[in-house]
C-alpha cells in the first residue's frame, strides 16, 4: 500500500470531496430506458420560506438510505428533488420581509411588482435549500430538480384544474371558511390546527317583542351577536316550546329575529336557547340552510367590524367583543359570565384565530372519490408504515368534506377561469398558456379569477407532474407508480390522501406502493419562570451544555416538546453537521427512527455516533496496516485475493465472524425492508463494534504480529479482515456515506490488481467484485451467504469461558495488566486447545492448564463451572503479598473487634442489666466474628 490513512478523520474534507465526486461522474443519474427494476421516490418537496430544519434532515435521511440500498442492490434508483412554492407561508414571509426593507405592504405594489420580489426570494432560497440537502448527502437526481410552479407544473396543474371542472368536480359556491384574517384567505379543515382556551360564556337577555319576557342565551363569542338572525331552541324543551315562532329584539342593534324549533340544539348545553349566526359558525350556518335564513357577514377580510356592525364598525373582533359587553352590562342585557373552556381554531401557518367567514371560494367534490380512497388502503395497493396509521386515515376519510381549494393570495397557481363582466356566471375554463382566444378577441369583456389554487392542489400531483404528466413521458413509464413515500404523519391528509385521490383520477393508478409515516421530531426545552411566573427559556449556551449531560440546577425546568424557536430545543442540522459530521448526523438521526408518533431527539446521540465514526476509521486504519509489506513476510497489497481463502486453515473465529456477517446482511435487509431504521443501524453498530472491532480485531492482531500461528494463517486473517471491513462499509454505506466512500476508495488503491478468478472462494470473488465499481455507492449491496450455527455455538461457549475468567478476574480485583494461570478441568477440553488463542488475545493469561481432576495443590485460587467445565484461576505470586498484607491487616481489626466483644461478654453487670435481646445479639456478633477470623487465617495459611 502506498500510504496509510491519516491517523484522525475529518469529515468535513471528506463529506465535500466525495459529494463533488459522485456529482462528477453522474452517478445519482436514473436511466428511464434501463433493463433494471425501477425504484422511485419523489422528494417531499420543502417550502422556499427558509433553510431545512432537523425534520427535513431526518425525511431527507431516509429516503436517500433507501435509494442507496436499492440502488446498490441492482435497482434502477430514481430520486426526484424538488421545492415548493408554499403560497401563504411564502407571501407572508415574502410580504414581512418588504415591510422592513421597504415600508411597503403587498398591496402597495401591482400583482406583477409584488411577484417579482417573490421569485427573487424563491431563488435565493432555492439555492440555499439544495446546497443544504448535499450536505446531508442526498443523492438526488439534480438533473430532474423540479418546482411546484415551473413550466411542467404550471400545465399539470391547469389540465388537473380542467379536467376536473369538466367533470363537475369542480365548483364555485357561496360557503362558510375557515378565514384567517392574518393572510387574508380561506384555509381548508385541516390547515386548521385546534387549542383549548379558557374563556368565558356569557349569558344575555334577548327581549320579545311584545314585551312578554326574554330568552337568555348563552354565548362564548358576544360580537358575532351583531349577525344574528335567529334564536333557536330545542321542540322538546318545555321550557321555550311555547314561544316557538314568536319574534326578538336583538339588544344593541334592535333587528326583529324569530325564535326557531331545531333538533339540533341540546337543552342541557348553556340556557337550552342558542344565537344563530350564519356567517360566523358552522353548525349555525347548517342551520341557517335548513331554515331559509338570511345570511349577514359582519367581518371585514383583515378581521374588523364592517358597515353591518353600526356603530362598531371598525373595530377588531375582540375590541368588538369588550364594546358590546360593556354596553349589555349598560343597558342590563348581560346576566352574568362563568368560566367555561372551548376549543378554538388557529391557522397552522400564520398562528392566527381562525373566524369562520362566509365568502365565493372555489371546491372539489370529495364525495365521488370516497369509495376509492378507502379501497386503496383496505385492498392492500397502498400499504401505510406503521399500520396503525390506517385507522386515522379511514376515520378522515369517513368525515370527508370538500375540499376549499382557493386561496386569496397573490402567489400560486392562478386559477384558469375567466368570467364575463357583464354577467360573471358565464365562465372560460383553459388550460392553456395563454389565454383562451374568446378573451384574446375581446379582452376588454373577460376579467381572470384573482384568487390562487391551494398549494396543496399542485403538491397532490407531485408523484406524477414530476415525471412529465400529463405528457406520456419515459419517465412516467418507467417509475409511476412510485415505490416509497416518506413523510411525517402530520400532513397524512393535507398531503398523501390528496395525492392518492389525484393519482387515482389522472393516471387510473396509485400513485406509490408504501407510505413510511414517520414520527415527529421532539426537542429538550428548558425554562426559568420570572417573579411573574413567566417561562424564561434559558440560553443557547446553557441549553447545550444541559443536551450534553450536565445536570441542570433546581430552577429550571425542563420537558420533551415539539421544536420551535420560541421555546429554544430548535436543533440546526447544519450546526450538527459542522460540529459532528454529516454521517454521524444521519446515524444518530436513524438510530432514534422508531416507529412512534414521537421521537425524543438526544444531543448526544451525536456525539455517540461521531465516535462510531471515529472507530470504524480506526478500525479500517488498522486492517490497512496489515496489508502493508513486511520483511518477513511476502507482499499482499496488489494478490491479495488472487488465490482466495485457505479454507482449511480457517479459524473458529473466522468461521464465526463470517457466519455472523451473513446473518447481518440478512438482518439488515429484512429492517430495511419494514422501515425498521432504528434496528437495522443498531445492528450494523452492535456487529462492527461488538463483534468485529472488539472479539475478532483483538483475536487476529498475536498472528497478525507474528507471536503465534503460521503464514498461512496469517494470510487468512489479513483477508478476513478485508472482506469483512469491505461487506461493512458497504452494508453501512446507506447510512454513512461519506465515512465508507473514503474507506472503499482507499481500499481500491491498496488492492490495485485485483482479478475475478471462478477458482476463487465466494467471499473473495465478491469481494473482487465490489471493488472494481468506482464508487462504493454504486458496488453491489453485499449477499449473504450461507451461516455457520455450530461455529457461533462453539464461539460462544468459548465467549462463556471468557466471561467467567474476566468475572473471577475482577472479583480478585485483578488489574488488566496482570497476568494470571486458567486451570480448565474437564474430560473433553479439545475446542478450548484448539482455541487458546480466543482467550490469551482477550484477556491476560500466563498459561492455561488442562487437567481432568481438580488439582488439590493450589492455593488461594477462586474457580466456576462453565458447563461441562471447571475453571480455577490461582492467585499471581506477585498479587499474593499485596493480599498477604491486606489480609493481615484485616485479622488485626478482627481480633480487636473479637476482645472487645469477649469483654463485654464477660461483665456480669452488661449480660444481667441490659436488654435479653441486645445481649444475644452481641453473642450472635461474637460466634460472626470468630467465623471471620477463622476464614481469614486459613487463608493466610495458604497463602
Known sequence: MSEELPKAYDPLLTEETWYTFWEKHNLFHADAHSKKPSYCIILPPPNV????????????TVQDALIRWKRMSGYEAL??????????????VVERHLMKTTGKRRKDFTREEFLSHVWAWKELNEKNIIAQLKKVGCSCDWSRQRFTMDEISNRAVKTMFKKM????????????????PITQTALADDEVEHEEKESFLWHIRYPLEDSSGFITIATTRPETMLGDVAVAVSPSD?????????????PLVGRKIPILGDAFVDPQFGTGAVKITPAHDFNDYEMGIRHSLEMINI????????????????????????????ELKSSGHLVKSEPHTHRIGISYRSKGVIEPYLSKQWFVKMGPFKEKLMKMVTSGAVSMIPKHWESTYFHWINHLRDWCISRQLWWGHRIPIWYHKEDPTRMICHDGEDAPEEVQKNPSDWIQEEDVLDTWFSSALWPFSTLGWPEKTADLKKFYPTSTLVTGHDILFFWVAR????GEFAMHDIPFHETFLHGLIYGKSYWRHDAYGQAIYV????????????TPPRDVNSKWEKMSKTKGNVIDPLEIINTYGADAMRMALLSALTHARQIDLDRRRFEEFKNFANKLWNSARFVFMNLQETNSLPALTSTLFEQGLHEKNLRLEDRWILSLLNKTIVDTEKHLCAYEFDKASQLLYSFFWDKFCAYYVEIAKPILFGKTGTPVERENKQKILAIVLLASI???????PFITEEIFQKLKAALPSLQASSKQDTYTQEACTALSAISCMVSPYPKAGPTNPVAEEDFERMNSLLYHIRNIRGEMQLAPNVACDVYIVGSSTDLIKDNEVILSSLVKLKQIVFTKTAPDHLSFAASARVGEWQIIIPLPEEMKEKERNRLTTHQEKLEMQLKELEAKLANKEFTERAPQSFVENTRKTLTETQGKLQEIQEKLSQL
Open 49 to 60: 420560506t427558509g433553510s431545512l430544519h432537523m425534520g427535513h434532515a431526518l425525511v431527507d
Open 730 to 736: 458497504r452494508l453501512m454505506h446507506p447510512f454513512v
Open 79 to 92: 430520486w426526484v428533488p424538488g421545492v415548493d412554492h408554499a403560497g401563504i407561508a411564502t407571501q407572508t
Open 539 to 550: 440560553s443557547q449556551e446553557e441549553r447545550v451544555s444541559y443536551d450534553l449531560g450536565k
Open 165 to 180: 371542472f369538466d367533470q363537475g368536480l369542480i365548483y364555485q359556491g357561496d360557503y362558510l371558511v375557515n378565514w384567517d
Open 299 to 326: 367581518m371585514t377580510p383583515d378581521g374588523r367590524i364592517n358597515e353591518e356592525g353600526g356603530a362598531f364598525v371598525g373595530l377588531s373582533m375582540i375590541e368588538a367583543r369588550q364594546k358590546i359587553l360593556s
Open 499 to 502: 395525492m392518492m385521490m389525484m
Open 238 to 250: 318545555t321550557r321555550y316550546a311555547h314561544l316557538i315562532g314568536k319574534t326578538l329584539i336583538l
